[in-house]
């Protein structure tokens, strides 16, 4: 083709595109779906009047109606927290007798038996093993038990009216409705709330579930709550109040859990996030009934046994890193002791100490071992001999005097107990999340994000309660 | 060990302060630095041009003071800055005011599609506030390579127009003349701006003028057909033989300028009342668009209101067969037309 008339043909196509107008998308899908519909008409017959059945009708009203929606909600959320927490009571308590109590000390004889040096037993039974076994003993009896119920839940149809109703609040903090489920599946197990942050799918409103899931208090996080405020709360109460008042306060720190949520879902949205594109759409399926064997087999395999499988895979290097700090030692004193001395005047300004600040540091992999950890730490910390089981070997107590004999030896106060309350819920994921943080927004930069904001939020916050404590009692 | 509280509590206030001082977003002084930093001469040269480019495009001239005036300069640095531009071959000077030359023109018009362009990829492609469209845009138009250019406006499917409705120039550096379309090749559901009125011959023109057009009206075609252009035009219909409507140039504009008096929004459909999508607002860009065209949102589309929350925001609309809730700032880009209730 002569160059002239190329240039030609070039100069009609742009001014050709001038009359064709911006809107070529548009017109194009319009087209597609007019054809559709003709062939749809064309092809597809249907008897009768299609109608949506009455009792679906009714059933929509009353779960998302004015003064039913909310109430109703909170009663099914209830009843599967209950059933998860009164159902995981005694599997918990087998398995963490068979894993800890049983087969722990059988693995040692026999290692000792076939005459393997103390420090490999030690490193691979009191370290990788136990804190392995510690994660599966806690981790899997709730797991295995809410995420089926909460996945039923969702085939039945029923999590997306919850996010339909709850969704003017999410709004106002510029989230997503469905951040209300993400935040719910958290409570069980935040690596697990992240990955179902996959359901929203406009991409800001997911990057602030992801980065504000942290602020549901997990499962391994509840019983450290539950144990710090019977021991020190309800002790600072009287013997009649004892009770509510240590329920209250940990329910006080969900609450404040969940205004850290917002309030942090609303600065992101105004700053940090804005340029995030955001669409919002949210379907309300018909009901169905569940398909019950179905939904066991994907929430136990989708959730349950990966999410473990990941806990498992972090626990066992942390487990022998403890065991390690514990028992190097450098002029017969180990290197924890060195780390925690080190700790110890800053902690102080937060109103901790140093031995609390290392058991966060290296039970990273997972909030069930903190508790262990800081148990044997102090132990160590105080040279105490004949409680616990031996340095780098974690251990709990069975009743709640020893719990306040250890702590009030190591110096703990109601101001350290409520420090504690508040660093566990605000301090940087496990790294199980951190790790699921990472895959699923593919970002370095949201991961260290996600990581240093929490802890940088508890650090302002029990440094502020410490400070002012101070100024009151001291 | 106790440090005294109230020593310790002051001390990181302070620090903290100065912290958010420095790094606010947008106003912190590091940030300021940076964006000074960045104000180099190439930057200044070129928002020049564009700014006389701006004066003839809107036929004013260029003065010394003007230019000064739109570049928020003094009058020492722009006349500086326009001396070194004239060096460059790219403004000359004649009768107290500056023009650009061919080669100044093509310069302007490279840097006024990138700022186009940025415009609308701000607009269609981020949640950025429409205010930020434009401040974001002033600072990559500058920094953007040709290459990256490309990429970005075939990225786009190479829009013609930027978010508010003025042409991007091509990347030949050719720009659209206002007036090169007339009502004619308008279609239904385009909205315009009368940009001129053909004065002969002087019976035709007559004939428009006590229709009440006049230049600078916004229109919005309803029908279009091969004897008559029917249009709304301030709320009145007004219907014109093809003949009259070819001596009428317009320029395309945003819908939403034109549209708000023609048809009602999807937010006002009451429970269990119908209605059939007429459009979606042109408002209503990129990847929101597309969400609600993927649900099904076209025009002719049927859609009723079936289930609302508490407070009304979201609601849930029954769209070919599926319950899908929407946002009040989304239903509010849906028009619709109402078919009654069911």
Redesign the interface.
Known sequence: MPVTEKENLLKTV?SL???I??D???TL??DI??DANRISEKVISTSGKKQRFSWEGTL??IL?G?LT?IPVMLLLLSIVFWLTIQGANYPSSLLSTLLIDDIHPILKSILSTIGTPSWISGLFVDGVYLAAAWVVSVMLPPMAIFFPLFTLLEDFGYLPRIA??M??LF?RAGAH?KQALTMSMGYGCNAAGIVATRIIDSP?ERLIAIITNNFSLCNGRWPTQILIASLFIGAAAPPALAGVLSAAAVVAVALLGIFFTFLVSWLLSR????????????????YRPPRILQTLYTSMIDRTIIVLWRAVVFAMPAGAVIWLLANITISNISLAEYIISFFD?FA??IGLNGVILLAYVIAIPANEIVIPTILMLTVLNLNISGVGSGAGVMFEFSDANAYTTLFSQANWSLLTAINLMLFSLLHNPCSTTIYTIYKETGSAKWTWFSTLMPIFLGFMIT??V???W??FF? | MIIDPLSALSTTVIVLIIILILFWPDKGIVWQLQSNHKNSQRVIQEDALKQIYDHEYRNKSATLRSVAGALGFSMDKTSDILDKLMRLGLVSFSDAHYTLTAQGRSYALRVIRLHRLWERYYADETGFPEKDWHKQAEKLEHSTTPSQAAELAQSMGNPLFDPHGDPIPTIAGEIIKHDSLTLNSLKPGNAARITHIEDEPAVLYSQLVASGLYPGMHIYITEKGNDRVRFVAEGEEIVLAPVLANHINVQLIPEELAEDDVSESLINLNLGESAEVTSISKACRGIQRRRLMDLGIIPGTKISAELTTASGNPTAYNIRGAMIALRHDQAKMVKIRRTGSE
Do not use: C, V
């Open positions: 742009r595109r001038w009359d107008g911006d070529l998308h548009d899908m319009t779906y007019t929509d009203r998302t004015r929606g339909f109703n969704d003017n709004r409705g800001r700053t940090l996030l804005k340029g995030q594109a955001s669409t919002f759409s949210l379907e309300l399926p018909p005047p102080i300004l440094f502020l410490t400070q002012i101070n100024i001291i």
